[in-house]
């Protein structure tokens, strides 16, 4: 059974700091893996999609990367601001296509920047 | 604008009661979700359907029926409502896997 472990599970900076989320996986046979924002009383937003053949996304200054092998991946954002403020998500997909496609999400990191 | 589009965003009702949460994507994708996010913001499965076909029926009591009249669409009906029930509730969909997921935007269940 996937398990995903989100470290830390809160984290506050100051404005301007660049920070690393951190996620892990116990099944390394993933599709994929998918980074996202939620707002507080939000729905989910779509940060970045890694494949499961890629080592990275960037869009704008966020930066995510996929080690598929040691079940890892990290979430860098760059130059942080207050609107960056959020709890931020990993969730991994099965592969497994017979068992039907499922997200398995972490318990979320509650980042809060700092002005 | 293409989305997937959930309602109501929030629902109060008595213990007892019976509801419904529908969900509609325009985006011409082939399965969609229900996920349950409970008070600790942890997000869990609990239905899939592909082509209004059930795919994913994970360990949810039989009080909760999914029903997909057609592939852009898949709602939620709750009966006899428990206050351990109240949670949000998001709405998904996919095409493929390598295109990723696309939620709704939640609703709010409260159970009083």
């Known amino acids: 059974k996937q398990e995903v472990t989100q470290i830390p599970a809160a984290l506050s900076v100051p404005e301007g700091e660049n920070l690393v989320l951190n996620c892990s996986f116990t099944?390394?046979?993933?599709?994929?893996l998918q980074w996202f924002r939620q707002d507080p009383g939000k729905g989910l937003t779509s940060l970045l999609l890694i494949q499961s053949s890629q080592r990275e996304q960037t869009s704008g200054r966020l930066n995510a990367s996929l080690d598929k092998s040691s079940g890892r991946s990290t979430l860098y954002i760059a130059a942080s601001q207050p609107g960056d403020s959020a709890t931020y998500l990993c969730a991994v997909s099965a592969l497994d296509q017979t068992s039907g496609s499922r997200l398995t999400f972490g318990e979320g990191t509650q980042l809060t920047v700092n002005p | 604008d293409t989305a997937v589009s959930q309602t109501p965003k929030y629902l109060v009702t008595q213990m007892g009661n019976d509801k419904s949460i529908k969900c509609e994507q325009n985006l011409g994708h082939d399965t969609m979700y229900w996920y349950k996010q409970d008070s600790k913001k942890f997000l869990k499965i609990m239905f899939s359907y592909n082509n209004k076909e059930l795919i994913i029926n994970e360990t949810v009591p039989n009080r909760f029926s999914p029903k997909s009249p057609d592939k852009a669409h898949l709602n939620l009906h709750i009966n006899s409502l428990e206050l351990g029930d109240s949670a949000v509730y998001f709405c998904?969909?996919?095409?493929?896997?390598?295109?990723?997921?696309?939620f709704g935007s939640g609703t709010r269940l409260t159970v009083v």
């Open positions: 099944d390394s046979a993933i599709y994929n």
């Open positions: 998904a969909s996919s095409q493929v896997q390598s295109y990723g997921y696309t």
